[in-house]
């Protein structure tokens, strides 16, 4: 055909339509231009991110033993439900709570809780539904793949307390990291990322870092449904380090023992060695079951159990040892004489000061228990003579009482390696509001806080560590709980990208002692009296042990905040043996069960007991095995 | 005769064309394979490809006049076949389409793919035989007619992608038809208008579904579309499609879109994005080149033809697959929405290859007899 012939401009008309051809393949070609060569590293990243998923292998933790090797803390593998973050996203669940509820018997508000938290944070990978999940459950999720792809099985170590209650507060327990956590800097520094397991109070905390390791992953190429295809490389993790602490089980064991079967079951048994600063046994009562929060809280009965714990009065949770703060009645007179022979109120020589049967200051009579003439210090101490320590500390005046509190510490923590330790409350923290009160500090507040009422009050281990210097020459140590960490291999190898070095094994990182000044004088006259007060006729007469001769010091502490109902006064009795070349220090608190050398000192004697059984056996021969 | 008609065949036989449209066939073989290597899609693609080839070369062998004498014959027919995969039994439902009809023997095809074809040969038939003169409005309505009976029967499956492939093909022959030059105008100018307020009032009353709106949402903002739903596709079309670069994966599908199942359809809607992934920047260049050319190729032989019947036959043929083409590609490389239009002689599927070769066959039939008048 000519098209020239044509009318209507034929052939403009056919070139048009190849012009417009044209045009639109070139617009195919400009926009291939933009994505392939402009922006194709930036799809060749979303390519690789979609399809490459780093899967955590998660470290076992270090084990926790006793200083004899005993196993106190442990894990173990157990099978956990978990549901897959990178599968819900595309699909909404929520109408499949009762489903999950129903068929993994997992409390259902704890469900709803947890897919408001995977919402929340989008950081999650997998989270955990269900702990330590049975046959049934894994059979059900198994039966159910299709159904719900999202769920899956899981093997995990799992933290494991053997124990049970013993122990608890000391040792901590381990849970999923907390969104508040998460959001602090530091965590964020170290990589924590949503559904991380770490140490939530106690041991567990404090050496977290230790105890954790480092988890290893495994590298993989996963398909648009999230199912693993092929592996494209394996890190391994490293174990954390196991840790050997200070405790004794079997001293702790019996400390447990006695005070289950104090009068209240309440108070706190703490034992050191006061050569060193190890913590041989620390036990608060009530007590609670870590597994609890490891293994059961997915549960109905388990989160009950949990909720239980945060609400009840006794405060089973809270470590007394360290956390609970106490009038210390009369063994506060311990670091008050040493300070008064320090500041020269009185001397070694002539150390006597007036009974007096009590004081009247104002027109307010505060009576002595006894009336003991004017004695000298050790027998002030022996006797429990309130009456020789108001007009004593009233020469010191309060500036001395907070001259010994700072040479004693009992104005900062001990450093126990313990997360969360309280400190004491004394005068010196008292002072500033009291004046600011009553215009004044008043004497009679002094004399209150020469026998440990009114503005003192103490953690049981500053008290501990204060007293039990007398018999080292006050060499006053930090309390500590570790004894070592056992070294870890490496992992990998050297010159790898993902090699982690081998750990080795250290100990307590121990500070000089803090030496509290005394000449050998001042000090043989405060270790007579407490020597005195169990084998002289004292106030703690009543646990003696032949050969194995306790020096301590009772303390019987009104708490006028639970008085109203009329409270039994708190027991105490904190003491060291044997006296003149001390291997262990002990102390007691029951709580609300009266005076201190009726309830506190016989259980303080069932450590000693405990400690000779393993340490001094001859020593029991007759009296105590015999008994037993 | 006989002699003297094959011995025309083989000098005046469009050899280039012909080889155009195989390397592109191979070419997509080579990407259905890399697109799912387990399946066997790319060795029923060969079939396909024996099958059509010998369509093609058939076609060409037959006098278009005598064919386009026959239009209506072919155009009843393929209207009874649209009309029969509606019938309950006969037609396959795939993806809530009931594009496909099953026949014992002859198999599993799509009508809307041939029945093209028909349709073509009925407007050239109807706009061939008239004097060159300017349209008129009913010659227009007529046109309008003829398309308007394969393509409502098409919505009615309902196929919108293989329905709107149709549209060009009218377009063409009009424009070629002398339509005046205002009325092209001025129907740009009311489209322009009209189709932003359609899309209104089919949101509106709920004509246009859900995923509709959202398939048009995820173009004019990707990034923020909801990666899960209808966006999806788009999204990892895209991703697909950059990750290719400069010059691709090579074969090397381990961890392709594809095989990882992160592109969907990726042996028929979304060849052109395997293509990218594996072939890069350079193997896309090339094949939108490949494509150009083969088009140049059509409308050189329109140039040619031997009458005005044969001029509208290539350039209906040569714009149908333009726009094809182009819809195809476009919605693979996120700039058009997606809509299920096979990429022509690339996509697995032996009625798109089929069709499309039978196309190529009578414009070569055509160019074949260019210098007989």
Redesign the interface.
Known sequence: ?K?HD???N??I??G???V???V??A???V???F???V??????D??EN??VRLIPIPAPRGAIFDRNGKLLVDSRPTYNVTLSNEQI???DISDRIEDYAGGLKVDRQYLVERLNLIRKQPGFELMVLKENATIQDITWVEAHAEEYPELRIELRPQRFYPLGKTLAHTLGYVGEISAKQLEKPETIEKGFRPGDIIGKGGLEQYYDEFLRGKPGFRKV?????GRV??ELEIVQPQAGQDLVSTIDLDLQLAAEEQLANSSTKRGTIVATDPNNGEILVMASAPSFDPNAFVMRSTTPEGRKEISEYQTNEERPLLNRAIQGRYHPGSTWKIPESIGALQQGAITAANSNVACGGGITIGNKFTRCMGSHGSPPLSYAITKSCDGYYYRLALKMKIEGLIEMIEEFEFDKRSGVDLPNEKISQTPKSWMPSVVKREGKWSDIRTVYASIGQDTVVVTPISLLRAVSIVGVQGKMFVPHLLKEFKSIGAVGKEGDLSYVPAKSSFGFNRPDPKIVEMTPEQNKIVLDGMWGVVNGGGTGAGIKINGFDIAGKTGTAQNSSLNSGGAQDHSWFVSFAPAYKPEIAVLALIENSGFGGRHAAPAVKAVYNAYLLKNHSDLLDGQQIAKK | MVAVFEKRNLRDFDWLTAILAVSIVFFGVWQIYNAQPTENYWSKQINGFFIALVALAVISMIDYRRVIDAAPVFYIFGLVLLALVLVPGLGVKVNGQTAWLKIPIIGQFQPSEFVKIPTILMLAKYFGARK???LRLKEILIGGLILAAPVGLIMLEPDAGQAMTYFPILA?IL??S?VKVRYIVLTIAAGLILMPLAYHVGVQTGKIKNYQQERINVILDPENADP?GYGYHTV?S?????????SGIKGDT??S?A????LPEPHTDFIFAVT?ENT??IG??SL?LA??LL??RL?AG???????A??LVI?AI??GM?FQ??MN??MV???LPVIGVPLPLMSAGLSAVLSTFIAIGFVISVKMRRFVN
């Open positions: 055909m098209l044509q009318a209507q034929l052939g008309r056919v048009t339509i190849q417009i051809a044209f639109l393949l617009i195919l070609g926009r291939l231009y994505l392939q060569i922006k194709g590293e930036y799809y060749s979303k390519a979609q399809r996203k595309k699909i190429i996963v398909d648009s449904r295809q092929s | 060159a003169s300017s063409v424009f070629l002398a899960k990892q895209m991703i697909t499609v950059g990750k290719g670069g400069v381990e961890t879109q095989k990882l199942k992160f990218a890069g920047f896309c260049i939108l494509y150009a088009l140049s409308v329109a140039r040619q033809a031997p009458d005005r044969g001029m350039m040569a714009g333009t083409i182009f590609v476009g490389l996120g700039f």
